[in-house]
């Protein structure tokens, strides 16, 4: 099956005439007619066969877009409206499919659009051109060359902000796949007297205002300037800023450029540097200076801008300084010095800076190659452009103008050239014949201008190099020798100027009529600028410095390779290069991008036609039109052709089968167009005029209207005719399932009738067996009832007869154990005597007392007094006999157990007896006192010899020794006292000297009292008006309260046969001297742990704190 493919055509949709061999008529008017109807439907693009007119537009268009890359990838040039991508890749895939080299030439004046053109050709290759890392790297490196040459070539004109100052051609170099292997960048005449001056409202080259204002404060510091342009002379001012341009992210822009193209970090500073040294050499000012052979001399006024420059480039300040003072003219070997006056002095300064730059710039454009050179040795597939300056006719036209539009002049010959030569290929591989083409060929003004006998270059090199004076009048002079007859020159003073009284044509001035127009050149310079001298001592001081760029851009310094001829003049220097450009252009195909300014003011919309007609003139597009049109207007292939206009003819509609060619020829048979209107080549169908290509369109536009009526008529028909069946089809099944519908719903009602009348049916029915089920089951339930009452009556009666036959039994067995007692009673008491139960009852209690006793023996608890054990009582009646063998069998312990004790333990035992009697419950301290033994003598008076005296002192018998606290009648306060008790007397003595303190007669004491707590105060109370009592009564204290107390009721009763009070109370009076005071005993005082404290409250208390 055969692919269906839209085929397009540039003539889709045309505005206008895409291409302008098509233009009928074709003159200038129509011809900008249709630029400016194109340009004002954003069409900037047109054709003349395959020669691309780009108008600038001004502003951004959306046709660049990625997906515009791929819809003109690989397409034919005419099937899509004119892009500058269409002729990419006509040029790039005739580089890659045909092994073509390629040049594409790009023309126009300055802000016309050439170097956009270029930089959009290059990133179309770049886009359509093979991928992976190091294809990408080469990429990225030749259009990473773009921003850095941009800095340093481009300045703001009045024309353009960013006009290209120099010429550039940039081959690009291709492998056998079409994948990009590197590139070589040629360079044209940099317009180098701009780096010294600029006219108004221009600007200086880009780099120097992006150095000032991008750079960082370090690297401004490093090479000694100020972020301020009016520092600077050769900086103009008035328009240092260019609106829509950010100079320090152009500069960031140019470095980052620099590094992915391969400059190394100090490359790219050394060339700051320079740039810098240029800048500076702008601010060296000289004055004059008399000297003695009445001359004047030029001096630097300040040299602190010289010394930095000297630093910067490192370059012997003397040395400089010298040459800028002096000139060395050197013939064969004799050498002159001369003095340079103030004017020689800034021209010699200029003259560096310009040279310094131009040198510069020549010197990346080298350093790129070198990065980008191809790195292979294989046979390259080559693809240049051209971007270079296009006709220029200024007001003032000097020296470059005249060097630009000679190169214009050599593009369009070889325009001619190659147009003409390769339509004449074309016809002959065509097989058609050639008739002659009348135009216009430039070669003679080539000829006026590049002669070598003869031509204008020539003899202004013969000037420059003529001994004598030589001004640019003179050369004006010699031209109007040698030139005057040439048809194309004219000047004021030729002695043949047809225009002798044309005041149009001033004093020092030419005229050249060039191909694209008349130019009126200024005379003035020309000399100088072929000349483009630097006076040797600057270069041998460039090549002294200590900078290896500086130095290797002056190589002709080097007084070693002195050479004493001329360096070529700059004119043919650049007719030499212009010559080697040509030939290489020629080896290739050319692709022509014609750029056309609109309008002036770089404003978008505006087309001005004034401005536009001419540029179309300079330019000769009006001539290129001829000569493509000077055979046959159109030419198309056979196959493209028939499909384009095969609905035309019956016969070829819609199939033709057969060659291409036959097809057309029965179609254009059929359409009876005129014999010499067209004619068959071999592969193609060329028409003469475009008139016939339109009727031949018309035509095609009324026929697809015709189809496409019929195509609706059928599409309409078939429309109904499927909707008609589709509504058919769609019936069928809606009836159908309404019928299922109608049918389920039917089936559904007498289904749920059905189970409505058979659930009452079998309701009735189960209602039916229930009843009988349930009469049933009464009946079975009445039957037990009666059974069961049956039953129970039955089991009753038995219950009853056994009952009355069991009583009846006991009865007998009971009557008859009557019976039989009183039987054996009435036979058995004539055995029996009066007492004898008596007797029995006696025996049988002495049997039980008799094992009560001897079980006793058995079970009898220790001799211990304090053991409670006793054996349980066996019988109740022994209870009282039990309890009281229980208190003899104890008493018969104690007195054993007394029995043992000596005399003295029994008077021991005897005190602890009354203690107990008298304190036993009374007093809290007594159950500590039952397991001390009384000791009496605490102290040992008699054997202890501090006590000597004391013992001498008391003659009685000492019954108690003990230290006592004797507590302060006045503050409650305790001192030591021995206490002693004797038979009669109670003894107070001092503790450490054993000295009697008080002593009372055992009958002087009343009374003794103590609290019920666990304390040992007491207090001693003496009869009232007694000897002993004059101080008060005693209060003590001690650790044998209890034993002290005992003793003393116990000495008391034994001497004055009188039982001695004691008191036991918590609160009791005590006579002290006249007072009478309470002691009071209070519980709870823990301040001093567990030692009771005492303390005289006032006079009338004395407070005991008990623990
Ligand atoms: N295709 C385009 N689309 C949008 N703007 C464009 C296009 N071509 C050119 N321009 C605008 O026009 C300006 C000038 O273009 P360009 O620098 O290419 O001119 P030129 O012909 O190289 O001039 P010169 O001879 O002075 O170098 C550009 O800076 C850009 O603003
Ligand atoms: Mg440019």
């Known amino acids: 099956m055969a692919k269906m493919e839209v085929k397009t055509s540039l003539l889709d949709n045309m505005i206008g005439v895409g291409d302008m061999v098509l233009l009928e008529p074709l003159n200038e008017e129509t011809f900008i007619n249709n630029l400016k109807k194109r340009f004002d439907h954003n069409e900037i693009y047109t054709y003349i066969g395959n020669v691309v007119i780009s108008v600038n537009p001004y502003r951004p268009l959306p046709i660049y877009s990625p997906e515009k890359v791929e819809d003109y990838r690989n397409r034919n040039f005419y099937e899509l409206s004119p892009h500058i991508f269409a002729l990419s890749d006509e040029a790039y895939r005739s580089l890659r499919d045909q092994d073509k080299d390629q040049c594409i030439l790009i023309t126009g004046e300055s802000g016309a659009g050439k170097t956009e053109a270029s930089k959009l050709v290059m990133s179309y290759v770049a886009a359509v051109c093979g991928k992976g890392a190091e294809v990408n790297q080469v990429k990225e490196q030749l259009l990473q060359s773009n921003p850095v040459l941009e800095a340093f070539g481009?300045?703001?004109?009045?024309?353009?902000?960013?006009?290209?100052?120099?010429?550039?051609?940039?081959?690009?170099?291709?492998?056998?796949?079409?994948?990009?292997?590197?590139?070589?960048?040629?360079?044209?005449?940099?317009?180098?007297?701009?780096?010294?001056?600029?006219?108004?409202?221009?600007?200086?080259?880009?780099?120097?205002?992006?150095?000032?204002?991008?750079?960082?404060?370090?690297?401004?510091?490093?090479?000694?300037?100020e972020r301020d342009f009016s520092r600077y002379n050769y900086l103009s001012l008035d328009s240092a800023k260019v609106n829509g341009?950010?100079?320090?992210?152009?500069?960031?822009?140019?470095?980052?450029?620099?590094?992915?193209?391969?400059?190394?970090?100090?490359?790219?500073?050394?060339?700051?540097?320079?740039?810098?040294?240029?800048?500076?050499?702008?601010?060296?000012?000289?004055?004059?200076?008399?000297?003695?052979?009445?001359?004047?001399?030029?001096?630097?006024?300040?040299?602190?801008?010289?010394?930095?420059?000297?630093?910067?480039?490192?370059?012997?300040?003397?040395?400089?300084?010298?040459?800028?003072?002096?000139?060395?003219?050197?013939?064969?070997?004799?050498?002159?010095?001369?003095?340079?006056?103030?004017?020689?002095?800034?021209?010699?300064?200029?003259?560096?800076?310009?040279?310094?730059y131009s040198r510069l710039f020549s010197w990346l454009v080298n350093r790129i190659n070198e990065s980008i050179k191809a790195q292979t040795k294989v046979r390259k597939k080559v693809m240049g452009v051209l971007d270079i300056y296009g006709f220029e006719i200024f007001e003032d036209n000097s020296f470059e103008q005249f060097i630009i539009?000679?190169?214009?002049?050599?593009?369009?010959?070889?325009f001619i050239e190659l147009t003409l030569k390769e339509e004449q290929e074309e016809y002959v591989r065509e097989g058609i014949e050639w008739t002659h083409i009348d135009y216009f060929n430039n070669a003679i003004?080539?000829?006026?201008?590049?002669?070598?006998?003869?031509?204008?270059?020539?003899?202004?090199?013969?000037?420059?190099?003529?001994?004598?004076?030589?001004?640019?009048e003179t050369f004006l002079e010699k031209l109007n020798q040698v030139c005057a007859t040439h048809q194309h020159f004219e000047s004021r003073m030729s002695k043949s100027s047809r225009f002798l009284n044309d005041t149009s044509l001033p004093h020092s001035c030419f005229r050249i009529q060039h191909y694209a127009g008349k130019v009126l050149y200024q005379v003035e310079g020309f000399v100088d600028k072929n000349n483009d001298l630097l006076y040797r001592d600057l270069s041998q001081a460039m090549w002294k410095a200590g900078h290896s760029l500086i130095k290797s851009l002056f190589p002709e310094g080097n007084p070693a390779k002195i050479n004493l001829k001329r360096p070529p003049t700059a004119g043919s220097q650049f007719k030499a290069s212009v010559a080697t450009l040509m030939k290489n252009l020629q080896t290739k195909n050319p692709n022509y991008i014609r750029c056309i300014k609109p309008n002036d003011k770089k404003a978008a919309h505006i087309f001005s036609e004034a401005l536009v007609c001419h540029q179309i003139r300079y330019l000769?597009?009006?001539?290129?039109?001829?000569?493509?049109?000077?055979?046959?207007?159109?030419?198309?292939?056979?196959?493209?052709?028939?499909?384009?206009?095969?609905?035309?003819?019956?016969?070829?509609?819609?199939?033709?089968?057969?060659?291409?060619?036959?097809?057309?020829?029965?179609?254009?048979?059929?359409?009876?167009?005129?014999?010499?209107?067209?004619?068959?080549?071999?592969?193609?169908?060329?028409?003469?005029?475009?008139?016939?290509?339109?009727?031949?369109?018309?035509?095609?536009?009324?026929?697809?209207?015709?189809?496409?009526?019929?195509?609706?008529?059928?599409?309409?028909?078939?429309?109904?005719?499927?909707?008609?069946?589709?509504?058919?089809?769609?019936?069928?099944?809606?009836?159908?399932?309404?019928?299922?519908y109608a049918q389920q719903k039917r089936y559904q009602q007498i289904k749920s009738s059905t189970l409505v009348i058979q659930s009452y049916i079998r309701g009735w029915k189960a209602r039916k067996i229930l009843r009988e089920l349930k009469h049933q089951k009464r009946c079975e339930e009445a039957a037990t009832t009666i059974a069961a009452y049956w039953h129970g009556t039955q089991a009753r009666r038995e219950l009853k007869r056994l009952k009355e036959e069991a009583r009846r039994k006991h009865a007998v067995a009971v009557i008859w154990a009557y019976w039989l007692g009183l039987k054996v009673r009435r036979e058995y008491r004539k055995f029996f005597r009066a007492n004898?139960?008596?007797?029995?009852?006696?025996?049988?209690?002495?049997?039980?007392?008799?094992?009560?006793?001897?079980?006793?023996?058995?079970?009898?608890?220790?001799?211990?007094?304090?053991?409670?054990?006793?054996?349980?009582?066996?019988?109740?009646?022994?209870?009282?006999?039990?309890?009281?063998?229980?208190?003899?069998?104890?008493?018969?312990?104690?007195?054993?157990?007394?029995?043992?004790?000596?005399?003295?333990?029994?008077?021991?035992?005897?005190?602890?007896?009354?203690?107990?009697?008298?304190?036993?419950?009374?007093?809290?301290?007594?159950?500590?006192?039952?397991?001390?033994?009384?000791?009496?003598?605490?102290?040992?008076?008699?054997?202890?010899?501090?006590?000597?005296?004391?013992?001498?002192?008391?003659?009685?018998?000492?019954?108690?020794?003990?230290?006592?606290?004797?507590?302060?009648?006045?503050?409650?306060?305790?001192?030591?006292?021995?206490?002693?008790?004797?038979?009669?007397?109670?003894?107070?003595?001092?503790?450490?000297?054993?000295?009697?303190?008080?002593?009372?007669?055992?009958?002087?004491?009343?009374?003794?009292?103590?609290?019920?707590?666990?304390?040992?105060?007491?207090?001693?109370?003496?009869?009232?008006?007694?000897?002993?009592?004059?101080?008060?009564?005693?209060?003590?204290?001690?650790?044998?309260?209890?034993?002290?107390?005992?003793?003393?009721?116990?000495?008391?009763?034994?001497?004055?046969?009188?039982?001695?009070?004691?008191?036991?109370?918590?609160?009791?009076?005590?006579?002290?001297?006249?007072?009478?005071?309470?002691?009071?005993?209070?519980?709870?005082?823990?301040?001093?742990?567990?030692?009771?404290?005492?303390?005289?409250?006032n006079n009338r208390l004395l407070e005991v704190a008990v623990p």
């Open 154 to 225: 481009n300045a703001k004109t009045v024309r353009n902000d960013n006009s290209s100052r120099f010429g550039k051609y940039m081959d690009i170099e291709f492998d056998f796949k079409g994948d990009p292997l590197g590139g070589v960048i040629s360079n044209y005449l940099l317009e180098k007297s701009r780096v010294v001056k600029q006219p108004r409202g221009e600007r200086n080259f880009h780099v120097f205002y992006q150095l000032l204002s991008g750079a960082s404060e370090e690297l401004l510091n490093k090479l000694t300037l």
């Open 245 to 356: 341009v950010d100079d320090a992210a152009n500069f960031r822009t140019v470095r980052n450029a620099m590094q992915i193209v391969g400059f190394m970090d100090h490359e790219a500073e050394s060339v700051l540097e320079v740039v810098a040294a240029v800048l500076k050499l702008g601010n060296i000012e000289f004055k004059p200076e008399s000297r003695v052979n009445g001359l004047d001399e030029s001096k630097i006024k300040d040299k602190n801008e010289l010394k930095e420059i000297c630093e910067l480039t490192r370059i012997d300040q003397s040395v400089l300084e010298r040459a800028f003072s002096f000139r060395t003219v050197e013939a064969k070997q004799e050498k002159v010095s001369t003095t340079l006056n103030v004017a020689q002095a800034y021209y010699a300064r200029d003259a560096l800076a310009k040279n310094l």
């Open 405 to 414: 539009n000679y190169c214009n002049e050599k593009l369009q010959q070889i």
């Open 445 to 472: 003004i080539c000829d006026l201008i590049e002669n070598n006998t003869n031509g204008i270059l020539a003899m202004l090199d013969e000037e420059c190099l003529r001994p004598g004076t030589v001004t640019d």
């Open 620 to 740: 000769g597009l009006l001539e290129s039109v001829r000569v493509r049109r000077a055979g046959y207007a159109f030419r198309q292939a056979y196959e493209p052709c028939l499909e384009r206009y095969k609905m035309l003819c019956k016969q070829t509609w819609p199939h033709w089968k057969g060659p291409a060619r036959a097809g057309v020829e029965v179609l254009f048979n059929e359409l009876e167009i005129p014999m010499e209107e067209y004619s068959f080549g071999r592969s193609k169908i060329f028409i003469r005029n475009p008139r016939t290509l339109f009727k031949l369109e018309d035509l095609r536009k009324q026929r697809l209207e015709d189809l496409a009526t019929l195509i609706q008529k059928i599409y309409r028909g078939w429309k109904c005719r499927t909707h008609f069946l589709l509504m058919r089809k769609s019936q069928i099944v809606i009836a159908a399932w309404y019928r299922r």
């Open 836 to 1097: 004898a139960g008596k007797k029995i009852y006696e025996f049988t209690l002495q049997r039980i007392v008799q094992k009560y006793f001897l079980e006793m023996k058995n079970k009898m608890p220790s001799l211990s007094p304090i053991d409670k054990n006793w054996p349980p009582r066996p019988y109740l009646f022994l209870d009282s006999t039990h309890k009281e063998l229980k208190r003899i069998f104890h008493l018969w312990r104690c007195k054993k157990y007394r029995d043992q004790f000596t005399d003295q333990q029994k008077l021991i035992y005897e005190e602890k007896l009354e203690a107990s009697e008298l304190f036993k419950d009374k007093k809290a301290l007594y159950p500590s006192s039952v397991g001390q033994p009384f000791q009496g003598a605490y102290l040992e008076i008699n054997k202890n010899p501090k006590y000597k005296k004391l013992k001498d002192a008391i003659e009685e018998k000492i019954i108690i020794a003990e230290v006592v606290n004797k507590i302060n009648r006045a503050n409650g306060k305790s001192t030591s006292r021995i206490f002693l008790l004797t038979n009669n007397n109670l003894l107070l003595a001092d503790q450490k000297s054993g000295q009697i303190k008080s002593e009372v007669p055992l009958v002087d004491v009343t009374k003794v009292s103590m609290s019920s707590q666990n304390d040992g105060f007491f207090a001693v109370h003496l009869k009232e008006g007694s000897e002993a009592a004059s101080k008060g009564d005693f209060l003590f204290s001690s650790d044998h309260l209890i034993e002290m107390a005992t003793k003393l009721y116990r000495t008391t009763l034994s001497q004055t046969k009188q039982k001695l009070n004691i008191e036991i109370s918590d609160e009791f009076l005590v006579q002290f001297r006249q007072d009478k005071v309470c002691v009071k005993f209070i519980q709870g005082n823990q301040k001093n742990g567990r030692v009771p404290t005492c303390k005289r409250k």
